[in-house]
């Protein structure tokens, strides 16, 4: 099993395996080439055997440049539990904690109940905002309209 930054070659794998890791939910469009391209020094692939198993897409913020966001992250369901999600953030974490960042974002859809819990369990905290829903404080019309989401930051 290697760890190792994304490629621009590696867009098409992930994107064609993407859809059905997440249980059949349409994700591919959240996930444009671009990120292949444009973050491969803060984006990283676990592969085993020649096959991608997970993914990371992250990057820094051209704004607050103390700050890295999250984009997406991904691992094949029969490897899920076997700590690549934990490798994969770990490696994150460092590279930009290198560059010089503190903390990391990341959003996630209330829907997604094993982010949210996922998250929480790696030490992410949820961003209060004026709105709680079941519990979970959640960022209305974050995403457009109807598009509630719950923000995430981690101390790095």
């Keep these: 099993m290697i760890t190792r930054e994304v490629n621009e ?3 098409l794998p992930v994107i ?17 080439h671009l990120f292949f391209k444009q973050f491969n020094k803060t984006s990283f692939i676990v592969e085993e055997n020649g096959n991608i198993i997970g993914f990371l897409i992250g990057f820094i913020s051209q704004t607050y440049v103390d700050q890295a966001y999250i984009h997406f992250a ?3 369901p029969d490897y899920r539990t076997s ?4 490798k994969l953030y770990n490696t994150f974490f460092s590279r930009v904690k290198e ?3 503190t903390s990391v974002y990341l959003v996630t859809s209330p ?7 996922y998250h929480t369990k790696i030490g992410f ?6 709105c709680n829903k079941d519990g979970i404080w959640v960022h209305k019309d974050y995403s457009g309209s109807e598009e509630d989401r719950i923000l995430f930051v981690k101390k790095i």
């Design 9 to 11: 070659s590696d867009y």
């Design 16 to 32: 064609t395996v993407l859809n059905d890791w997440w249980g059949g939910r349409q994700m591919a469009a959240m996930l444009p």
């Design 74 to 76: 991904g691992v094949h």
């Design 83 to 86: 700590g690549i999600g934990r």
């Design 99 to 101: 560059k010089g960042c």
């Design 111 to 117: 829907i997604n109940k094993k982010s949210i819990t």
């Design 125 to 130: 905290e949820i961003i209060k905002s004026d």
